[in-house]
């Protein structure tokens, strides 16, 4: 079962009036009966360029990080990181502590993601 953390939950656009960039609900098992939920993103690794068609130009690597999307006109790539994000760690007793920190960060606790928080913070048998 460790194999399956860290686990993507969901995603969802995020913006300012200046930007726009994709989020993403990270699930990590950190101890037995420890979990935390972190909001990650990929980093900026370079501007995108484009050709005579509007086609961007992506290198397969950049320093030799993989290339994973263009987004507001930047290379994103690398491992997803929690660098900027919020997290919150919980357990079985906080659990919905954890579903309102979802929710006061802007995501939907669906029945799914409920069932994987819960699975995150079971004790090993």
């Known amino acids: 079962m ?26 990590n098992k950190e101890a037995d009966g420890i979990a935390v939920l972190e909001i990650c993103q990929y980093q900026v690794l370079a501007e995108a360029h484009f050709d005579d068609q509007g086609h961007p130009i992506l290198p397969p690597n950049i320093d030799p990080k993989d290339v994973v ?4 006109g930047y290379i994103c790539g690398g491992t997803l ?16 502590d954890a579903v309102d920190w979802l929710k006061d960060n802007g995501w939907e606790c669906s029945t799914e993601m409920l069932a994987d928080l819960n699975e995150a913070v079971e004790a090993a048998t």
Do not use: C, N, V
């Not at 953390?5 to 994709?22: G, R």
């Open 81 to 96: 990181t929690s660098e900027y994000g919020a997290s919150f760690q919980f357990t079985r007793q906080t659990i919905s």
């Open 2 to 27: 460790e194999g399956k953390y860290p686990k993507i939950l969901s995603s969802q656009e995020s913006s300012t009036m200046a930007s726009t960039w994709t989020e993403y609900l990270r699930l």
């Open 69 to 72: 999307q263009i987004e507001d």
